[in-house]
């Protein structure tokens, strides 16, 4: 099982706002930054957020993070087709010296 | 224009080992670190192990400790990953991610992937 747990699903329809949770501990998310992830199958990670609601060039807003104490939560907003993918949640351990990953949660787009 | 190429797809037999290579263009590959994770098919992302952006510090999660090297070619922007006694169970896309910089400099960058079949 992985460090960090996430729902293994999420769904909505085209529009709608959905949240990911990604809960961890004191020795990672309670202290070090999240990385948030998208992985459409048969490609490479891309990253979302990053430093508490940063965006890399190119990722629209509707994507947000946050953080609070050892849980952070991804937050989409106005659901498109598109973002029918796998999202993980990933982080620097300080306890076991590594970066860890959250289980992953597929987000379905009705 | 920024480029993390991997070395193409991997065919062993059990008991064998595989490098994987990870070449940096188009950015400061140089002041980057690499990580190293992997996913076996229909599975998450798995961690295995990091180079600081010299080569001279490296860390290895506990699963890989011993069976993992990697090592950096700055001449070259290249880092290379060799994983050895490989079983099935190692049967896995392996890629390489180079972060680099804080804030709105930070940088994440991920290779397309090498797949490793490990296969009697």
């Known amino acids: 099982q992985s460090v960090l747990t996430q729902p293994p699903s999420a769904s909505g329809t085209p529009g709608q706002r959905v949240t990911i949770a990604c809960s961890g501990s004191s020795s990672n998310i309670g202290r070090n930054i999240v990385n948030w992830y998208q992985q459409v199958p048969g490609t490479a990670p891309k990253l979302l957020t990053y430093?508490?609601?940063q965006r890399p060039s190119g990722v629209p807003d509707r994507f947000s993070d946050s953080k609070s104490g050892t849980s952070a939560s991804l937050a989409i907003s106005g659901l498109q087709p598109e973002d029918e993918a796998d999202y993980y949640c990933a982080v620097w351990d300080d306890s076991l010296d590594g970066w860890v990953f959250g289980g992953g949660t597929k987000l379905t787009v009705l | 224009q920024v480029h993390v190429v991997q070395s193409g797809a991997e065919v062993k037999k059990p008991g064998a080992s595989v490098k994987v290579s990870c070449k940096g263009s188009g950015f400061n590959f140089l002041s980057h670190h690499v990580h190293w994770v992997r996913q076996a098919p229909g599975q998450g992302l798995q961690w295995m192990g990091l180079?600081?952006?010299?080569?001279?510090?490296?860390k290895y999660a506990q699963k890989f400790q011993g069976r993992m090297t990697m090592s950096r070619d700055t001449s070259t922007s290249t880092v290379y990953m060799e994983l050895s006694s490989l079983t099935s169970e190692d049967t896995a896309m392996y890629y390489c991610?180079?972060?680099?910089?804080?804030?709105?400099?930070?940088?994440?960058?991920w290779g397309q992937g090498t797949l490793v079949t490990v296969s009697s």
């Open positions: 180079i600081n952006p010299s080569g001279s510090t490296k």
């Open positions: 430093a508490d609601n």
């Open positions: 991610a180079s972060q680099g910089g804080m804030g709105a400099n930070y940088r994440d960058y």
